[in-house]
């Protein structure tokens, strides 16, 4: 059960108003990187998860980012107060009212305006937030993974967004928030850390002659890294199609008429792989090719 | 440039046409751990990257998913045909139509099979793919976290599909899919830790004094873990509002009508929070929290 | 500032797991008369809400949804467990898993299923939540209005969903939720009622001879009632175009050419309303369309 | 069946062309308090009504917002005609091209010029039209009330559009289409009224122990008003999990094995909370919680 | 204006209720080749078509695709009472529910059914209309392309519905509605033709050298025909990149190849802006608004 | 299968970074006219086409606009380089920040720039890319049209977009991109004329009494010309409800009960059409009508 307490989680004190800046705060109140996003994103794994420690660290920090979206919120309303006032009486001329809604340039906040100048669940362009920026699987070792990047990215954003003010209390706030992100992170990532082995994730093994190919897709001047020379990789310089056998073409049928030759192809296959499993990287592009 | 080779990069054979089969196998082809997602994902990256190993990297297996999303598609479309013969032609009668309709027990893929049987860009519920899947930001360290995540993402969809059916083609080009996805994560956690340092990352440190601590904001019977114990973890048992300073509420105008107090104030907090740095945890409580 | 409580709002106890159920459930969490819905709308009222009074109202009763969604999303996880069990291992053949899958006879579940069986921010046809269901305007009688009108809905889906199981335990948790739809409707009707005058909402009067008009747009049988008959309704019978004068054309320009004979037109207008006010129903006809 | 008239229900003259004032005015074109989504949420409810009375009121509604939809579109089509041309013909510079196109200060605007100048089914930001925002539920005492407070919106919308303009011709015929909604409200009121009873909806009663509880689920200063005091109201003051006896977890499983235990803790809950229901208001925290 | 006639532009006679088959029907109320889709991509070049022939075409054939969509929308109604009443009263047993429920085998027609059994703005896989299907751009020659398109994909999957029942009052009236699309198509073909030249559209020519190229971007066994051999083709057939000349790479600041050039383009710009431009930064405010 | 050349299909040299024109791109980019609906359009239709010629066809396209996307994301990503470091860095004061963001005088090419600057999945007004777009049905005579049409409205979207700068470079490239639709707008006439007969398309011939009819739906001064005159037209001045008979309702039930009356009422309507089929124009309208 959730509780609510009067007193925002950080205490925010702006400047003037300026609905402008109150837009760009929309990017984070609505926004795919946003507090609602993070918080949703840990509340539908924290009803489902069955471990009682990551339950409780993903309800800890899904009922931190309601706070979050509280606070911005917050910011977002106090930093429209005025425009709102401008809207709810009939300006002096049509001028007039252009200059005001204009002065920071756009209109996504005009749209905002005209709905109150509450903060609506839209990002900083008036996109309506939608469930589809989730991306929770319901895996532990996947949720986990993309609790964190989701993190990096929040932080990366906090940070733009301070980069374009100088008002101190919006930047003072912001830092707080930006801040959360870093802790947040450390939290998923030493509980991903804590479950041994997380990879490669889930039962299946895979395929292990494809584990460790590098499909070199992009024909140019081609960049070595670690992601793929050294260690264990297979580099396959002209990747070809039809890549494990047959004719590349998709079929169906032939299983049904001729089921018992369907096994014998793939048996076929299968020991024709296992006889030419690259001894040497100069003879894998023939392998992963024919 | 892209150019195309007119065979699939893994030879396919499914067994009978099977429409509620097809209608899963859309979750890989337009639904959000799709192949389109994920080739999308790194093709947005590619295209503004500045660092030339990266930019081949994510270009080479931004290709690859196309390849993939071409063998995906060929697959429903080959256990569609049947199905759209049936549609095509009047059947008997209203009985006979539901009960090949609904052999797969759903209707999502009778929607489908209303658009002729092709593969529609939608997942296996009818939901129109959307880039708000996406979650490029154009930071490489947030970047490859979340390409990480999403590679992990995909082979558990792609290992729950392999257990929903037993026919040995299907399952053969999906253990191919789904190996590759593997192959990729490993090339994106080589790319992400050539970058050092790589946490925290952006340019802003953060406040320090929220850096390391752990909000214990859901109560009852707490769990601890490496997530919020041991290291340099602050736990704030009874988190309270207004963590640093300030009455907890949100306003405008203050810094405007006086911006000296704004800064006194600050100042005082800051050399506050500078006194009663917790030298031990007993005392941050009443630090984060009073 | 949120807390949370490890202990649900409301003790839930449901038989066997139940995928279909599951899905159905759904409706609630995300969908268009769910509970994130509900706390949404009020969540955003309330950080820009003024009024001391309602603002308290409304986060007390975002808080409330947000434990009403808390104790859906736990039913929804519960009743999957099992399903979900059967999506992680192998199962023996296709043809027992389309038999499990479908015992609830949809795909939608399937598709959740698909997603680890935790509660996905859906509909029950799998449709992402989306902030376009949110209609907070920003103005505390429209506002309001828009809350009971939402209670209702909630009731009535509850209501129905209550009618679709016979399940002791789901039934009664979903009394609960319902009941509480009631309470919170009664609060928003004394919040408005409150506020004296409330209607005609905001400032601007409106033009007195279309307040009280019934435009009869649908010709046949036409039925009478207290919504178009009584009181101070004028009963258009035979609706024109160009109501109130000119020749029911939108052009541009003429006003900037000849300011003047604007203002003389929309003057004589103004006129000729006054002077044919209609004094009997026969005469109305021609009053409106002329 | 639908019928339609050359010429618009109001005559509309604008001033000059003014593509940003055009921007503004899709909000009411294809925003969702605008005109499509008044025609469709009574429009859907029309096709389905049963009651004779009812069903003629929103057939005469719904033809009516398809006009007023086509008075603003015709008003958006008027006001961006020459800005139509500017992009149909090469412009001198670019510094004249971003002066011309960006004189109302924004961008969602330039994207409804390079699709033509028509109104597009978007609102002022650009986000396309969907039915997401219809809210009809197919009960009437619902679907009033629902359309009680979609015409405040529309009407409060309006008045906001109105006060950002002061060319005469549009605040004459937006005076006109604010009026209309002022009207429907009125009518909509009348036939939920004519329904009796009509609180609660529906045909379940709720749980009548809470049908009157107010949960003080925010905690500060309190604020207590018409809303929570008074009247039956039941004021909870530190409401607590579990409001209604068990531990306050969801499981799966006891029913199945136990069907019998589960309806004596039902029986002996509902003695308990006979024995105790609250004789005065001191006693019902502990009700309620326990 | 609109007007609405209570009688439908065709008589419907359905057989018993049949909740899967109304569910279908939704296809074509709220799916992308519907009758919304239908009646509003005309009507939104109706209200900005200058051509006053086009005009009135186009508001013709929108008005009667509004009165296709309440045929539609009725016989999803009345398809859906007897199952709309199951839902409104308790029923016997769960087993009994889904038995009913599903006897059409999917479950967007269940979540059809929790919103009370009218039609929904939805396609028959519960996914919400979206202005996103509407492609009006606001040039006739493209307009009328798009609705040809538009008409040709609606009789086809009306079609399609024709093939899925053997209920002769359904088949019938589908019949009458697929026929109307196709008199629209000859409609719109008519009104293309005269328009000429219609091909290539718009004003700017292109670049002649490829204008008649086709890209042979697919390899494997080449298929010709007519879209790419004889006539004027020149069939390119194996594409390179940097067609037309340079490095196929991007950068700004080119004026690499004529950096003088632009300077003085620039240089003359800026000149010619210094001469209109206000003298001094205390006048700009002045001018500017500021 | 795809491969990637790593340089562009054409090369792309632009001028100084321009944030605002930079956004304007992404409606080809992201839009519904753009390079990723146009070629996902393609490639959904290739994966499921029978006919070889072509499937090779739409997979040469696809491969095209898949290049083309990447041109259209290069030029983004290198017009917003210069604004990306500005953000990256604190700027030196707020006004200055605003100064910069806007000289294009719009924000959703600020929401971008939030997001690193990269080319978003987006259109010009910040709207995420959606399959909605795409409108393939998998029956060639249909989706060839749909091609055509897009293709049309591509080429206006880039002359409208050549239009609005004066760029060379920028112009030289939309000018290739452009031309390029006009090759394919010819493929595929050349592929649909190829299918003979192509209309009407499908297999069901229609009502032939409805076939030829035009329906003067909107009164007023009528325009007639090619689409509604000479020819075999019928031209139906005053449409009446219930056009082929019946009353002009939707029931169901009777059919059931009493299915001989329904056929001899079908029967007797049949007759009755039969003996007034109009000889001459002055009897149309009672006939279609009555």
């Known amino acids: 059960m959730f509780a609510h307490n009067k007193r925002l989680q950080y205490t925010?004190?702006?400047?003037?108003?300026?609905?402008?800046?109150?837009?760009?705060?929309?990017?984070?109140?609505?926004?795919?990187?946003?507090?609602?996003?993070?918080?949703?994103?840990?509340?539908?794994?924290?009803?489902?998860?069955?471990?009682?420690?990551?339950?409780?660290?993903?309800?800890?920090?899904?009922?931190?980012?309601?706070?979050?979206?509280?606070?911005?919120g917050s910011i977002v309303a106090v930093l429209n107060k005025g425009a709102k006032g401008q809207l709810a009486e009939a300006v002096e001329s049509e001028a007039e009212l252009y200059r005001s809604l204009t002065s920071g340039g756009n209109d996504s906040h005009t749209t905002a305006l005209l709905f109150g100048g509450g903060p609506a669940l839209t990002n900083s362009a008036g996109v309506p937030w939608s469930a589809a920026y989730i991306d929770t699987i319901g895996e532990p070792t996947a949720d986990l993974r993309s609790n964190i990047a989701a993190e990096v990215r929040a932080k990366i954003v906090y940070e733009r967004l301070i980069n374009v003010t100088d008002n101190p209390g919006i930047k003072d706030a912001r830092g707080f928030l930006m801040t959360r992100e870093i802790a947040h992170q450390k939290s998923f990532e030493k509980a991903l850390h804590a479950i041994q082995p997380n990879f490669p994730?889930?039962?299946?093994?895979?395929?292990?002659?494809?584990?460790?190919?590098?499909?070199?897709?992009?024909?140019?001047?081609?960049?070595?890294?670690?992601?793929?020379?050294?260690?264990?990789?297979?580099?396959?310089?002209?990747?070809?199609?039809?890549?494990?056998?047959?004719?590349?073409?998709a079929a169906a049928g032939m299983y049904e008429q001729d089921v018992k030759a369907l096994r014998r192809w793939r048996h076929a296959r299968h020991r024709t792989r296992q006889a030419i499993q690259p001894p040497a990287r100069s003879l894998v592009g023939n392998v992963m090719g024919v």
Chains 1, 2, 3, 4, 5, 6 share one sequence.
């Open 12 to 72: 925010v004190r702006v400047g003037a108003p300026n609905p402008g800046l109150a837009n760009l705060m929309l990017e984070q109140f609505g926004g795919p990187q946003g507090e609602l996003a993070a918080a949703m994103r840990y509340f539908t794994q924290a009803v489902s998860e069955d471990d009682p420690g990551r339950k409780d660290m993903v309800f800890d920090i899904a009922t931190e980012e309601l706070s979050h979206l509280e606070v911005i």
């Open 201 to 249: 994730q889930g039962k299946l093994p895979g395929k292990p002659e494809f584990t460790n190919a590098y499909f070199n897709m992009s024909k140019g001047d081609d960049m070595r890294g670690p992601w793929n020379q050294g260690g264990d990789w297979k580099f396959i310089d002209d990747p070809q199609p039809a890549v494990d056998g047959g004719d590349g073409t």
